[in-house]
């Protein structure tokens, strides 16, 4: 169990949503992590979690997407990859970006989600790649409370974008709409990553 898996289910449960994990048999280690961490979520297979779950988040390397059979997802697939060096090996493999020291990145070939550009069919939206894990925990505020940072939502399924973000608002963070054409100001090396914006910063950055 990744410290950013970890760190967003944190959110999600405290949220008060239904939180299922994906369940791996073969891993006791992980299945013991999981009911120390997140001891108020379940574990599913994956088929099973790709036919009832309304959002599935995906905090992985870039990498293990090619062992994910994403086809026939019902629900909105969140993409929170990122696209790391090969040769670089520490919190980059976590895809926690919690690191003080800059992180190289390749550009992504694959569009702003190699899930979407996999799946074409799918509702994809990209965010919550952009923060690292101990800032998520630190940072979730109510709506309307002053500082509250925001974070960026990236798709151009409008519809599923709107969804995200109102979950996005619910676990603590401003959402910011962004179409996938401005995907790389939340992709490493982007002026977004690893940046505390809130609302009026973002639209700065963006305008």
Same mark, same amino acid.
Request: charged share 25%.
């Given at each position: ?12 449960? !405290? ?66 990859? !990122? ?37 074409? !069919? ?24 002053? #500082? ?16 995200? #973000? ?22 490493? !090396? ?18």
């Amino acid at each position: 169990m990744g410290k950013l898996g970890t760190a967003i289910g944190r959110l999600v449960a !405290n949220a008060g949503h239904e939180l299922f994990l994906l369940s791996r048999p073969e891993d006791s280690i992980r299945e013991l992590t999981i009911s120390v961490m997140l001891p108020d979520s379940s574990t599913l297979p994956l088929e099973e979690m790709k036919q009832i779950a309304d959002i599935i988040i995906l905090a992985v390397p870039q990498s293990a997407l090619a062992d994910l059979d994403l086809d026939k997802t019902r629900g909105i697939i969140v993409d929170a990859t !990122n696209a790391w060096e090969t040769t670089y090996t520490s919190p980059a493999l976590d895809n926690s970006a919690d690191s003080s020291e800059p992180m190289e990145s390749k550009a992504n070939p694959q569009g702003f989600s190699p899930i979407a550009t996999t799946y074409p !069919n799918l509702r994809v939206v990209k965010t919550l790649n952009h923060a690292a894990y101990t800032e998520l925990t630190a940072e979730a505020r109510q709506a309307g409370e002053p #500082g509250r940072r925001a974070l960026g939502v990236v798709s151009d399924d409008p519809a599923a974008q709107k969804i995200v #973000g109102e979950f996005i608002d619910s676990i603590g963070f401003d959402p910011y709409l962004l179409p996938s054409a401005r995907a790389q100001i939340i992709e490493p !090396n982007g002026p977004a990553f690893g940046a505390r914006l809130e609302l009026a910063d973002w639209k700065k950055l963006t305008k």
